[in-house]
């Protein structure tokens, strides 16, 4: 249950989808496309991480 060091993360992804995803108090990151090209975040929450959240 949950994410343990990193909530979401891309790296390198054209038309990417995040949707209904909760990242709470990870270690690392919560929500992180990286070097991406177009996508979206819906409906999508993060919290408490120590970079993007």
């Given at each position: 249950m949950g994410f343990d060091e990193n909530g979401v993360f891309f790296f390198c992804v054209?038309?990417?989808l995040i949707d209904s995803v909760e990242a709470h108090d990870n270690e690392g990151y919560g929500?992180?496309?990286s070097h991406?090209?177009?996508g979206?975040?819906?409906?999508?929450?993060?919290?408490g991480a120590n970079d993007t959240g």
């Open positions: 054209d038309h990417w929500l992180y496309p991406c090209g177009p979206r975040v819906l409906r999508s929450v993060a919290t």
